[in-house]
């Protein structure tokens, strides 16, 4: 699977900070996903749900994690790794990943127009740093 690895990297925000975008997960990180690409996330992931259970089931479970990750993947984890492995992929493809600066609050989001992190900045109106990403989401 193709996918940006991103770690330990530095980028200079216009405003001048340097953020350390470092690992998935890093705080005022996140991922962008827009509307068609939302569809058809959910789409990919109900496939290679139906698709690594029907595969378990015939017997070829080390195929599909093979197929999914590549040959030199090891197969002896347990079924929610690879699970969890394959929805973070799924995720990655089909989103945009986006860092929030910590001094000035502008996003900066990945162009995806090659395997290079492009980062395109959009200001904030108050141009003030609200910790969108790092936000707890409320979902009631
Ligand atoms: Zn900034």
Same mark, same amino acid.
């Given at each position: 699977?193709? #996918?940006?690895e991103?770690?330990?990297?530095?980028?200079?925000?216009?405003?001048g900070e340097?953020?350390?975008?470092?690992?998935?997960g890093a705080?005022?990180?996140g991922?962008v996903?827009?509307?068609g690409?939302?569809?058809l996330l959910?789409?990919?992931?109900k496939?290679g749900?139906q698709?690594?259970?029907a595969?378990?089931?015939?017997?070829?479970?080390d195929?599909?994690?093979?197929?999914?990750?590549?040959y030199?993947?090891p197969c002896?984890?347990?079924?929610?790794?690879?699970?969890?492995?394959?929805v973070h992929?799924?995720?990655?493809?089909?989103?945009?990943?986006?860092? #929030?600066?910590?001094?000035?609050?502008?996003?900066?989001?990945?162009?995806?127009?090659s395997d290079e992190?492009?980062l395109?900045s959009y200001?904030?109106?108050?141009?003030?740093?609200?910790?969108?990403?790092d936000?707890?989401?409320?979902?009631d």
């Open positions: 699977m193709a #996918e940006k991103i770690q330990g990297v530095e980028v200079t925000c216009p405003c340097t953020l350390d975008v470092g690992a998935h705080p005022g990180g991922f996903t827009p509307d690409q939302y569809v959910l789409m990919e992931l496939r749900f698709e690594f259970f595969e378990t089931t015939a017997g070829r479970r195929e599909w994690i093979k197929a999914q990750f590549g030199g993947w002896s984890g347990e079924d929610a790794e690879y699970l969890e492995e394959f992929h799924c995720i990655s493809r089909h989103s945009r990943i986006v860092y #929030e600066c910590h001094k000035c609050g502008r996003l900066l989001i990945d162009s995806k127009k992190l492009e395109i200001c904030a109106d108050d141009k003030s740093f609200h910790g969108m990403l936000r707890e989401l409320r979902n």
